[in-house]
């Protein structure tokens, strides 16, 4: 799972680990009803900063899940497939040291940075879909950055592996926490979140970009008709972006929760 992280996956995919959303780890519930025994934040804002961004999340994957699901099924008269459509917009830009590979799975799109792979699912390689083309436009977006050295994606992939290591630290920190209530580990846990906060923002304008620049190669290359074809993909790849926006607003939610169940606790010493 860890692997998962340096590329740069499609959202519907869900790799990204569980502890990397904030909010959806199971180990992270006691800490936080723990902290609400406390003098510090009381029930409602538990449900404000951890439940309410959780519950947006939740709600983003399935609006991205039925939108692949609708547009999967509806055919780009391009006749394109996710598989040559990427390669096509490789070799538009002029990349040639990028592969196009088929991956295993339902979901998993993703671009490697480290390997240059254009990683699809086989249900986006091999369908000439709305949404095949649409998911696969987004990860020739990335390549792209990669190729031009967009800079967001630079600090994004220099903060993996930090990010990396909090995302691991976070339920030994959270447990720890909780059952020990020890004040050090909650500190631990506010950098953990600050950590996973910081890179979940900065992962914002790379996801938002690799879609603009998807949207507007899809259309001058002719692969997606102006029209229900656009609107397709447009549903698609916005689903999908909210599911990043949900992901930074959870990690920036639970660390408001632990730094505040940290002033309750010091303005209790
Ligand atoms: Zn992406």
């Given amino acids: 799972m860890p692997a998962d992280i340096l590329p740069i996956a499609f959202s519907l995919t869900g ?16 800490v936080s009803l723990a902290a609400s ?3 510090g934040p009381g029930l409602g804002t538990y449900l404000l900063l951890v439940i309410a961004p959780m519950l947006l999340g939740l709600w983003a994957q399935f609006r991205v899940k039925s939108a692949f699901g609708r547009y999967s099924q509806v055919p780009v008269d391009s006749g394109r497939t996710g598989a040559e459509t ?27 940075p480290g390997a240059k792979r254009l990683c699809l699912s086989s249900e986006v390689y091999r369908t000439p879909s709305v949404a095949a083309v649409g998911i696969a436009a987004h990860e020739a977006g990335h390549a792209i950055q990669h190729a031009r050295a967009y800079a967001p994606l630079g600090a994004r992939m220099a903060l993996v592996p930090v990010t990396m290591f909090a995302s691991q630290m976070l339920p030994f920190v959270v447990m720890g926490g909780f059952f020990f209530q020890i004040t050090g580990l909650i500190k631990l846990g506010v950098m953990c979140y600050g950590i996973l906060a910081v890179f979940q923002l900065i992962t914002l304008p790379v996801e938002f970009d690799a879609s603009r620049r998807a949207k507007v190669i899809l259309g001058e290359m002719g692969i997606v008709n102006a029209g229900p074809e656009a609107v397709g993909v447009n549903r698609v790849l916005d689903a999908a972006a909210l599911t ?13 929760h632990l730094l505040l169940a940290l002033r309750g606790r010091d303005s209790e010493e």
């Fill in 15 to 30: 790799p990204i680990p569980a502890a990397f959303l904030g909010t959806l780890s199971a180990g992270d519930l006691p």
């Fill in 86 to 112: 990427a390669q096509d917009i490789l070799d538009a830009a002029g990349i040639r040291d990028v592969s196009v590979v088929e991956i295993n799975g339902m979901l998993g799109d993703h671009y490697d």
């Fill in 244 to 256: 990043y926006v949900a992901a930074f607003v959870a990690a920036l939610g639970n660390l408001l």
């Fill in 37 to 39: 025994t406390q003098s």
